[in-house]
């Protein structure tokens, strides 16, 4: 048997307005949350054309080259570092004018798989085997209307079609449970002389991996407790009386990591030697949702741990785009003493009708009309400026001493700031080759320094 879509009228809405204006036909992103009976689409969102596409796919009839799967792969990397913890893109739909003939289906079924390689290379995390590995393709034909929902096993190479239900159901996820926590973190990245050929954003990507580790294998508190994986996270809330949603408040949420290793396990220390290393510091802010559907604690942990983890990568990500995209040479970087860089802000914006709220990232010199047209861009979706939440973030002081070591300060009550300060990439490199024992000791951040030790 296979799997149920449960979808939110608005997406059925969205794609019965979109015209093809000519175009021999439109393609896109379905976004939604896995579990283990059925899926749930919630936001649906076209791919934006290329200006040269514009004239191209005005044929009259549907073409295997047009299907630009590079194209539609990128926007789907893009799309999903606008998602919070618990969303997905869980596959593609196509509106023709014309029933899909054989050889666009294949090209779909590429797409699909295209799409999930392209978000698995990215994630510091693992899907578990309890998961959904089934990818959805949705067909709509524009003229007779019809719909064809169909499922590809990602995880299988040779996976054939299978029949899906597509069911639309009003408003959703206005009653999906929302969790929040800020995590703060002290994350330190030796590079290696082994490493020294890999590019910055590589060498932090693998230091990130181990680090992704931890926040795993940590302890989360919901609302102050240690519950049971397999409890309600719903146990013990009160409903409200004529209210659809089942809290009126978020769950708190609290990141416990562990700073020693139990006695059955042995800790031996790495020695390296190193040309430097990559520290990010600060605090994050993290939120993730889940269905109102009878979700279990562990759907509610796992969907935080995977926004600790995307949002830190993201970031990181979005920081070494932009030094290139300003033509900051990496050797420049890399034989600075000293050098500073701001991460981008999470900013948060609701969507009509829904609890959930999807996110971007905004550095300082960017306006809000810009993450307003950026929102446009990728999800196709308009906003109000006035909407928009800027989640403020804050840094750890750091002090590099003489001694070509780096010494973390916590402000004290007097030395807090009243507002709190930006979150800070420190890219620091101090100039002696020495030998450090490199310890994973993360705690949570948003601001980088690189180390650079040479003769």
């Known amino acids: 048997m296979g799997r149920t879509y449960i979808v939110d009228e608005t997406v059925g809405q969205y794609l019965s307005n979109i015209s093809l204006q000519g175009k021999a036909f439109v393609s896109g992103l379905l976004i939604g949350q896995c579990s283990s009976q059925k899926d749930y689409v919630i ?59 054989n050889d666009f289906q294949n090209a779909l079924r590429r797409l699909v798989y295209a799409v999930e390689k392209s978000m698995n290379r990215k994630r510091l995390w693992n899907f578990t085997e309890e998961e959904t590995s089934d990818r959805v393709i949705l067909h709509i034909c524009s003229s007779t209307k019809k719909i064809s929902c169909r499922t590809y096993d990602i995880h299988d190479p040779k996976s054939s079609a299978r029949p899906a239900d597509w069911k639309y159901q009003n408003g959703l996820s206005t009653s999906w449970l929302p969790l929040e926590c800020t995590v703060h973190i ?37 609302n102050g407790q240690v519950k049971d994986e397999n409890c309600d996270l719903l146990e013990g809330q009160k409903k409200s009386r004529g209210n ?62 995977r926004d600790i983890l995307n949002t830190v990568a993201d970031r990181c990500e979005i920081l070494f785009e932009d030094l290139h995209l300003n033509e900051i040479p990496e050797t420049k970087v890399m034989n600075s003493e000293k ?31 810009e993450i307003r047209d950026h929102f446009i861009e990728m999800l196709d979706h308009t906003i109000q400026i006035e909407d928009l939440e800027i989640a403020e973030e804050r840094n750890t002081a750091c002090l590099s001493s003489c001694m070509n070591s780096e ?44 180390h650079y030790f040479s003769d």
């Open 43 to 101: 936001l649906a969102t076209r791919t934006p054309p290329k200006e040269e596409q514009n004239e191209n796919l005005k044929q009259p009839t549907a073409k295997l080259e047009n299907l630009d799967e590079e194209w539609a792969t990128e926007h789907a990397h893009q799309a999903s570092r606008m998602l919070p913890g618990g969303l997905l893109v869980l596959g593609v739909f196509v509106i023709t004018t014309l029933e899909l003939a």
């Open 407 to 450: 010494i973390s300060l916590n402000n004290t009550e007097d030395e807090q700031p009243e507002q709190p300060i930006k979150t800070t990439i420190i890219l620091k490199i101090q100039q002696n080759i020495g030998v450090i024992a490199a310890f994973a000791a993360a705690v949570l951040a948003a601001g980088v320094s690189f």
């Open 339 to 369: 050098e500073f860089h701001t991460l981008p802000h999470r900013v948060f914006v609701p969507i009509p009708g829904s609890a959930v709220m999807l996110c971007d990232y905004k550095f300082d010199d960017e306006s809000a009309e």
């Open 186 to 222: 002290n994350i330190h990245i030796p590079l290696s002389t082994t490493s020294i050929t890999y590019t910055l954003e590589k060498n932090t990507k693998n230091g990130l991996t181990r680090w992704a580790k931890q926040i795993e294998n940590g302890v989360y508190l919901i």
């Open 244 to 305: 659809t949603q089942a809290t009126s408040h978020s769950f708190d949420v609290r990141l416990l990591t562990q700073l020693v290793l139990n006695s059955d396990h042995r800790s031996t220390a790495t020695v390296q030697v190193c040309s430097g290393s990559v520290n990010l510091k600060g605090a994050v802010k993290c939120r993730a949702y889940v269905h109102s559907n009878k979700p279990k604690v562990k759907d509610a942990v796992q969907a935080m741990k």
